[in-house]
């Protein structure tokens, strides 16, 4: 009966240990763990499971996750997906909110994080490429996202970026598919309408009753984009505490997994009871995440089966691809580029990836281990 919860949790920590370089760079790994590897979804699942998490509000990795929780194990599964992938980062940030803040931007550990990162969203922006790379169409809108995202980067771009390849994509038949684009989630309710009522009246409820988890509920169920668009709604809404979150979120950047743990440290600095705080704080900023990817996806599904919609899917995925690839090529630039003992040590992480057997989410970890040796 436990076995499969069970079996979500692990891989899902496992992931929650090594998943490095933001929420685009998570969708990546997921892609190689779940997809290739495990094989625990389609391609056609996972392009359509992941065009929903871009197209409505909550952290999108996370919500990704709970899906293919969810399609392995129902609604159970959809949570242990994501207390797995969210209790490593979660335990990071409140050890550094309750000052052991054992690592930083400027250290060495970060700076080997980073390098694995990097080097892990590459192998991801391959893998997936591969299925793609004999659509002349697709790579066209896999190529033109990444330009895009790398001259005008933000949330803006994306969803324009995103627009226009589902668009293009539902007026060309090259995009056409002779399979279904995706079956429904059987182990989630089929009418799924009253999860999202609930996100609704909690909603209200937190506007009705101002407070800090209130304050995280509204800002996890009103942000779209993903992590990084987190930031100026929190500062927005904590004006005397911007110090202290801007220091949050730069290291919620550092840390694996979703960067929506950021509200565990909020919740751990601002709380009387920091370990109680941090718990309250992270399940009031996912809460609504949850309740509305589990009450939309059924309706989404069933949408999904006309042609239009099938290329549109289709099109975003390929987006979202390029995505990507500019998430792959701003690390690249930005972390192993900087020094020569970084692409040494990048070239190296290459090497073992492609001729080894050696799981690629010990790349960060051993690069950590690695930086941290040398500066001693």
């Excluded at 057997?357 to 950590?368: F, I, N, V, Y």
Aim: charged letters at 5%; hydrophobic letters at 50%.
């Amino acid at each position: 009966m436990w076995r499969r919860p069970l079996e979500i949790l692990y891989r899902f920590t496992l992931l929650g240990i090594s998943s490095f370089g933001g929420p685009t760079a998570h969708i990546g790994v997921f892609h190689t763990t779940f997809v290739t590897s495990l094989k625990w979804v389609s391609a056609e699942e996972f392009a359509h499971d992941s065009t929903l998490c871009q197209l409505i509000p909550g952290p999108a990795s996370s919500q990704l996750g709970m899906l293919i929780g969810a399609r392995r194990g129902g609604i159970v599964g959809s949570l242990c997906a994501w207390v797995g992938f969210t209790t490593p980062s979660a335990v990071l940030m409140y050890l550094a909110a309750t000052n052991l803040p054992w690592i930083s931007a400027h250290s060495s550990v970060g700076a080997g994080l980073l390098v694995g990162a990097a080097v892990t969203v590459c192998a991801a922006v391959w893998s997936m490429v591969t299925p793609i790379r004999t659509s002349r169409p697709a790579l066209f809108l896999c190529c033109l996202s990444a330009i895009a995202m790398l001259m005008v980067p933000g949330v803006l771009t994306q969803f324009v970026v995103l627009g226009l390849s589902a668009l293009i994509a539902s007026q060309l038949p090259a995009f056409a598919t002779t399979t279904p684009t995706a079956h429904p989630v059987v182990q989630l309710p089929r009418n799924g309408r009253w999860y999202v009522v609930i996100a609704g009246v909690l909603l209200v409820v937190s506007g009705l009753l101002p407070s800090l988890y209130s304050t995280l509920y509204q800002t996890g169920a009103l942000v779209f984009g993903g992590g990084h668009v987190v930031l100026p709604m929190l500062l927005a809404r904590f004006p005397a505490e911007q110090e202290s979150i801007v220091q949050g979120y730069a290291l919620a950047q550092l840390v694996p997994g979703p960067m929506f743990t950021l509200a565990t440290f909020i919740g751990a600095s601002q709380s009387p009871t920091p370990l109680l705080g941090a718990i309250g704080a992270t399940i009031a900023m996912f809460a609504p995440g949850w309740l509305v990817v589990c009450g939309v996806h059924a309706w989404w599904s069933r949408r999904a089966s006309h042609p239009l919609i099938g290329r549109a899917i289709k099109g975003t995925y390929a987006a979202v691809v390029g995505m990507l690839a500019a998430s792959a090529i701003t690390l690249v630039v930005a972390h192993v580029f900087d020094s020569r003992g970084h692409t040494l040590l990048a070239l190296v992480c290459v090497v073992l990836l492609t001729r080894t057997t050696l799981p690629s989410w010990l790349l960060p970890l051993g690069c950590a281990v690695t930086t941290a040796l040398f500066a001693l």
